[in-house]
Protein backbone atom coordinates (compact mmCIF):
# COMPACT_ATOMS: atom_id res chain seq x y z
CA UNK A 1 0.00 0.00 0.00
CA UNK A 2 1.28 3.35 -0.79
CA UNK A 3 -0.53 6.44 0.50
CA UNK A 4 0.59 9.99 -0.98
CA UNK A 5 0.55 13.46 1.98
CA UNK A 6 0.34 17.03 0.15
CA UNK A 7 2.94 17.94 2.59
CA UNK A 8 2.57 21.56 1.73
CA UNK A 9 -1.08 21.96 2.62
CA UNK A 10 -2.27 22.98 6.05
CA UNK A 11 -1.92 26.37 8.26
CA UNK A 12 1.45 24.85 9.88
CA UNK A 13 2.54 22.89 6.43
CA UNK A 14 5.50 21.83 5.94
CA UNK A 15 6.57 21.36 9.27
CA UNK A 16 3.63 19.72 11.00
CA UNK A 17 3.08 17.65 7.95
CA UNK A 18 6.49 16.34 8.06
CA UNK A 19 6.29 15.57 11.70
CA UNK A 20 3.21 13.68 10.90
CA UNK A 21 4.35 11.49 8.52
CA UNK A 22 7.23 10.74 10.61
CA UNK A 23 4.71 9.36 13.39
CA UNK A 24 2.50 8.02 11.34
CA UNK A 25 5.38 6.14 9.83
CA UNK A 26 6.32 4.65 12.70
CA UNK A 27 2.90 2.97 12.96
CA UNK A 28 2.41 1.78 9.62
CA UNK A 29 5.46 -0.67 8.67
CA UNK A 30 3.74 -2.26 5.76
CA UNK A 31 2.55 0.93 4.53
CA UNK A 32 4.95 3.52 1.89
CA UNK A 33 4.18 7.12 2.70
CA UNK A 34 4.56 9.41 -0.13
CA UNK A 35 5.74 13.03 0.83
CA UNK A 36 4.75 15.55 -1.85
CA UNK A 37 6.37 19.15 -1.65
CA UNK A 38 9.85 20.93 -1.67
CA UNK A 39 12.20 18.20 -1.33
CA UNK A 40 14.94 20.41 0.41
CA UNK A 41 12.32 21.26 3.33
CA UNK A 42 11.18 17.81 3.42
CA UNK A 43 14.38 16.04 3.66
CA UNK A 44 16.04 18.87 6.40
CA UNK A 45 12.80 18.86 8.41
CA UNK A 46 13.54 14.62 8.33
CA UNK A 47 16.61 15.15 9.75
CA UNK A 48 15.86 17.55 12.64
CA UNK A 49 13.40 14.36 13.42
CA UNK A 50 15.98 11.87 13.76
CA UNK A 51 13.54 9.96 10.28
CA UNK A 52 15.45 7.36 8.39
CA UNK A 53 14.57 9.47 5.00
CA UNK A 54 15.22 6.10 3.26
CA UNK A 55 11.74 4.92 4.64
CA UNK A 56 9.84 7.33 2.28
CA UNK A 57 9.74 7.67 -1.29
CA UNK A 58 9.38 12.23 -2.09
CA UNK A 59 7.67 13.58 -4.84
CA UNK A 60 9.32 17.44 -5.68
CA UNK A 61 7.42 20.63 -5.91
CA UNK A 62 7.26 24.08 -4.60
CA UNK A 63 4.10 25.15 -6.03
CA UNK A 64 1.08 25.05 -3.37
CA UNK A 65 -2.53 25.54 -4.00
CA UNK A 66 -3.22 28.22 -1.08
CA UNK A 67 -6.29 28.31 1.29
CA UNK A 68 -7.72 31.11 0.06
CA UNK A 69 -7.42 30.28 -3.27
CA UNK A 70 -10.32 29.54 -5.91
CA UNK A 71 -10.41 25.74 -5.74
CA UNK A 72 -11.59 25.13 -9.59
CA UNK A 73 -9.51 28.03 -10.90
CA UNK A 74 -6.37 26.92 -8.82
CA UNK A 75 -6.44 23.20 -9.97
CA UNK A 76 -7.10 23.52 -13.02
CA UNK A 77 -3.89 26.31 -13.16
CA UNK A 78 -1.40 24.39 -10.77
CA UNK A 79 -1.09 20.64 -12.04
CA UNK A 80 2.07 20.62 -10.33
CA UNK A 81 1.39 21.92 -6.92
CA UNK A 82 0.91 19.27 -4.19
CA UNK A 83 -2.51 18.89 -4.59
CA UNK A 84 -1.97 18.42 -8.11
CA UNK A 85 0.64 15.43 -8.26
CA UNK A 86 -1.30 14.00 -5.33
CA UNK A 87 -4.23 13.26 -7.44
CA UNK A 88 -2.10 12.54 -10.70
CA UNK A 89 -0.57 9.71 -8.68
CA UNK A 90 -3.50 9.03 -7.13
CA UNK A 91 -5.46 8.70 -10.51
CA UNK A 92 -3.03 6.68 -12.35
CA UNK A 93 -2.73 3.94 -9.15
CA UNK A 94 0.60 5.33 -8.17
CA UNK A 95 -0.46 5.43 -4.37
CA UNK A 96 -3.90 4.18 -3.05
CA UNK A 97 -4.95 6.81 -0.78
CA UNK A 98 -4.47 10.46 -0.05
CA UNK A 99 -4.41 12.79 2.12
CA UNK A 100 -4.10 16.58 2.73
CA UNK A 101 -5.20 19.51 5.46
CA UNK A 102 -5.02 21.96 2.26
CA UNK A 103 -7.71 23.49 0.54
CA UNK A 104 -10.53 21.82 0.85
CA UNK A 105 -12.61 22.89 -2.47
CA UNK A 106 -9.66 21.69 -4.11
CA UNK A 107 -9.27 18.49 -2.38
CA UNK A 108 -12.64 17.88 -3.59
CA UNK A 109 -12.40 19.23 -7.29
CA UNK A 110 -9.45 17.36 -7.20
CA UNK A 111 -11.46 14.19 -6.17
CA UNK A 112 -13.91 14.95 -8.81
CA UNK A 113 -11.75 16.26 -11.83
CA UNK A 114 -9.08 13.28 -11.61
CA UNK A 115 -10.85 10.25 -9.79
CA UNK A 116 -14.17 11.07 -10.69
CA UNK A 117 -17.76 9.87 -8.42
CA UNK A 118 -18.45 6.54 -8.73
CA UNK A 119 -21.57 5.99 -11.36
CA UNK A 120 -24.69 6.10 -9.50
CA UNK A 121 -23.65 8.97 -7.34
CA UNK A 122 -25.45 11.82 -7.39
CA UNK A 123 -23.00 14.22 -4.84
CA UNK A 124 -19.75 13.03 -3.50
CA UNK A 125 -19.54 13.91 0.31
CA UNK A 126 -17.70 14.57 3.47
CA UNK A 127 -17.95 13.05 6.57
CA UNK A 128 -16.89 13.56 9.99
CA UNK A 129 -18.03 11.57 13.69
CA UNK A 130 -19.47 12.88 17.12
CA UNK A 131 -18.46 10.90 20.18
CA UNK A 132 -21.57 8.96 21.89
CA UNK A 133 -21.59 9.31 25.85
CA UNK A 134 -21.57 5.65 26.30
CA UNK A 135 -18.42 4.79 23.87
CA UNK A 136 -18.05 4.42 20.28
CA UNK A 137 -18.88 7.46 17.64
CA UNK A 138 -22.11 8.81 15.32
CA UNK A 139 -21.10 9.28 11.89
CA UNK A 140 -22.40 12.59 10.29
CA UNK A 141 -22.71 13.32 6.90
CA UNK A 142 -22.45 15.72 4.80
CA UNK A 143 -20.70 18.14 7.03
CA UNK A 144 -19.92 21.11 4.48
CA UNK A 145 -19.95 20.06 0.81
CA UNK A 146 -23.24 20.07 0.28
CA UNK A 147 -25.18 23.44 1.52
CA UNK A 148 -28.41 22.55 -0.74
CA UNK A 149 -29.48 18.77 -0.95
CA UNK A 150 -32.74 17.23 -2.19
CA UNK A 151 -34.00 14.16 -1.24
CA UNK A 152 -32.57 11.53 -3.20
CA UNK A 153 -29.09 13.26 -2.17
CA UNK A 154 -30.11 12.42 1.41
CA UNK A 155 -30.81 9.04 0.83
CA UNK A 156 -27.69 8.61 -1.28
CA UNK A 157 -26.25 9.39 2.00
CA UNK A 158 -27.89 7.16 3.79
CA UNK A 159 -26.33 4.17 1.68
CA UNK A 160 -22.68 5.45 1.67
CA UNK A 161 -22.59 6.20 5.56
CA UNK A 162 -23.77 2.98 6.15
CA UNK A 163 -20.80 1.21 4.49
CA UNK A 164 -18.64 3.32 6.00
CA UNK A 165 -19.72 2.82 9.45
CA UNK A 166 -19.84 -1.16 8.51
CA UNK A 167 -16.65 -0.84 6.87
CA UNK A 168 -14.41 1.45 8.95
CA UNK A 169 -15.99 1.57 11.91
CA UNK A 170 -17.10 -1.95 12.14
CA UNK A 171 -20.57 -1.74 13.48
CA UNK A 172 -23.07 -4.12 12.04
CA UNK A 173 -26.48 -3.39 10.43
CA UNK A 174 -25.53 0.57 11.04
CA UNK A 175 -28.59 2.48 12.13
CA UNK A 176 -29.37 5.06 10.27
CA UNK A 177 -31.09 8.55 11.39
CA UNK A 178 -32.42 11.94 9.84
CA UNK A 179 -31.51 14.95 11.67
CA UNK A 180 -34.73 16.68 12.01
CA UNK A 181 -36.59 18.62 14.47
CA UNK A 182 -38.78 16.59 15.60
CA UNK A 183 -39.15 12.52 15.84
CA UNK A 184 -42.52 12.44 13.71
CA UNK A 185 -42.48 11.80 9.94
CA UNK A 186 -44.47 14.62 9.11
CA UNK A 187 -41.87 17.50 11.07
CA UNK A 188 -39.81 19.69 9.77
CA UNK A 189 -39.31 21.41 6.53
CA UNK A 190 -40.50 19.92 2.67
CA UNK A 191 -36.75 18.70 2.06
CA UNK A 192 -36.78 16.63 5.65
CA UNK A 193 -40.90 15.68 4.69
CA UNK A 194 -40.15 14.08 1.65
CA UNK A 195 -36.48 12.64 2.81
CA UNK A 196 -38.28 10.91 5.62
CA UNK A 197 -40.96 9.59 3.26
CA UNK A 198 -38.46 8.28 0.77
CA UNK A 199 -35.98 6.60 3.65
CA UNK A 200 -38.77 5.26 5.12
CA UNK A 201 -39.20 1.08 4.64
CA UNK A 202 -35.83 1.23 3.11
CA UNK A 203 -34.45 -1.60 1.46
CA UNK A 204 -31.10 -0.40 1.29
CA UNK A 205 -30.21 0.76 5.37
CA UNK A 206 -31.53 0.28 8.12
CA UNK A 207 -33.41 3.77 8.66
CA UNK A 208 -34.83 4.46 11.96
CA UNK A 209 -36.37 7.90 11.69
CA UNK A 210 -36.54 10.91 12.56
CA UNK A 211 -33.70 12.39 15.40
CA UNK A 212 -33.46 15.63 17.14
CA UNK A 213 -30.80 17.62 18.12
CA UNK A 214 -30.50 16.54 21.33
CA UNK A 215 -29.61 12.78 19.88
CA UNK A 216 -26.62 13.39 18.83
CA UNK A 217 -24.54 12.28 21.06
CA UNK A 218 -26.65 9.31 22.48
CA UNK A 219 -27.12 5.68 21.28
CA UNK A 220 -30.36 6.42 19.23
CA UNK A 221 -28.61 5.47 15.64
CA UNK A 222 -25.12 5.43 14.56
CA UNK A 223 -25.05 7.10 10.90
CA UNK A 224 -26.70 11.00 11.21
CA UNK A 225 -27.98 11.77 7.60
CA UNK A 226 -28.15 15.63 7.21
CA UNK A 227 -27.39 18.67 4.28
CA UNK A 228 -23.93 19.63 4.22
CA UNK A 229 -25.10 23.27 5.87
CA UNK A 230 -26.69 21.80 9.13
CA UNK A 231 -24.10 19.26 9.02
CA UNK A 232 -21.14 21.83 9.00
CA UNK A 233 -23.45 23.55 12.35
CA UNK A 234 -23.15 20.58 13.89
CA UNK A 235 -19.61 19.89 13.27
CA UNK A 236 -18.71 23.59 14.57
CA UNK A 237 -21.07 23.19 17.51
CA UNK A 238 -19.11 20.27 18.76
CA UNK A 239 -15.45 21.51 18.49
CA UNK A 240 -16.59 24.85 20.56
CA UNK A 241 -17.67 22.41 23.54
CA UNK A 242 -13.95 21.31 23.42
CA UNK A 243 -12.67 24.61 23.49
CA UNK A 244 -14.74 25.55 26.11
CA UNK A 245 -14.24 23.23 28.38
CA UNK A 246 -10.68 22.97 27.77
CA UNK A 247 -10.33 26.66 28.55
CA UNK A 248 -12.31 26.43 31.68
CA UNK A 249 -10.62 23.07 32.90
CA UNK A 250 -13.55 21.01 32.97
CA UNK A 251 -12.33 18.84 30.28
CA UNK A 252 -13.34 14.61 31.39
CA UNK A 253 -12.63 11.80 29.56
CA UNK A 254 -15.69 12.53 27.27
CA UNK A 255 -15.61 15.96 26.11
CA UNK A 256 -11.71 14.73 25.64
CA UNK A 257 -12.84 13.05 22.46
CA UNK A 258 -14.34 15.85 21.25
CA UNK A 259 -10.62 17.22 20.12
CA UNK A 260 -10.21 16.85 16.01
CA UNK A 261 -7.05 15.62 16.45
CA UNK A 262 -8.03 12.41 17.77
CA UNK A 263 -9.96 11.49 14.42
CA UNK A 264 -7.59 13.18 11.94
CA UNK A 265 -9.85 14.22 9.42
CA UNK A 266 -13.19 13.46 7.13
CA UNK A 267 -13.02 10.85 4.35
CA UNK A 268 -14.61 11.59 0.76
CA UNK A 269 -17.38 9.30 -0.16
CA UNK A 270 -18.87 8.69 -3.36
CA UNK A 271 -15.69 8.87 -5.48
CA UNK A 272 -13.32 6.06 -6.83
CA UNK A 273 -10.66 5.93 -4.83
CA UNK A 274 -9.78 6.77 -1.13
CA UNK A 275 -9.41 10.45 0.23
CA UNK A 276 -9.11 12.38 3.39
CA UNK A 277 -9.42 15.73 4.09
CA UNK A 278 -7.43 17.05 7.52
CA UNK A 279 -8.00 20.31 9.51
CA UNK A 280 -6.55 23.54 8.31
CA UNK A 281 -5.07 24.07 11.42
CA UNK A 282 -4.14 20.24 12.29
CA UNK A 283 -0.70 19.66 14.13
CA UNK A 284 1.59 16.70 13.74
CA UNK A 285 -0.79 14.22 15.77
CA UNK A 286 -3.98 15.65 14.15
CA UNK A 287 -1.62 14.61 10.69
CA UNK A 288 -0.96 10.98 11.99
CA UNK A 289 -4.22 10.43 12.37
CA UNK A 290 -5.54 11.29 9.28
CA UNK A 291 -2.89 9.31 7.67
CA UNK A 292 -4.06 6.48 9.48
CA UNK A 293 -7.02 6.86 8.40
CA UNK A 294 -6.62 6.98 4.99
CA UNK A 295 -4.46 3.51 5.31
CA UNK A 296 -8.26 2.32 7.13
CA UNK A 297 -10.11 3.53 3.74
CA UNK A 298 -7.90 1.91 1.55
CA UNK A 299 -7.50 -1.72 3.95
CA UNK A 300 -11.03 -1.82 3.86
CA UNK A 301 -11.58 -1.02 0.18
CA UNK A 302 -14.24 1.47 1.37
CA UNK A 303 -14.05 3.00 -2.47
CA UNK A 304 -15.05 -0.71 -3.89
CA UNK A 305 -17.72 -1.61 -1.39
CA UNK A 306 -19.47 1.91 -2.03
CA UNK A 307 -19.58 1.12 -5.63
CA UNK A 308 -20.96 -2.53 -5.72
CA UNK A 309 -23.43 -0.50 -3.26
CA UNK A 310 -24.37 1.36 -6.08
CA UNK A 311 -24.48 -1.24 -9.16
Known sequence: MRIGIDIMGGDFAPQTTTEGAVLAQKEL????????????LISSILESQGADKSKFSIVHTTDIIGMGEHPI??????????????FHLLATGEIQGFAGAGNTGAMMIGSMYSVKSIPGIIRPC?????????????????????????????????????????????????????????????????????SNNLMNDSKDFNFIGNIEGRDLFDDKCDVIVCDGFTGNVVLKEAEAFYYLMKKR???????????????????????????VVGHGISN???IKNMIMLTAECVEANLSKK????FK
Open 29 to 40: SDVELVLIGDEP
Open 73 to 86: KAFKQKPKSSIGLG
Open 126 to 194: ITSVLPKESGGVNLILDVGVNADCKPDVLYQFGIVGSVYAQSVLGIENPRVGLLNIGEEPEKGNLLSQA
Open 249 to 275: GMLDDYFSKFNYEIYGGSPILGINSNV
Open 284 to 286: SEA
Open 306 to 309: IKEA
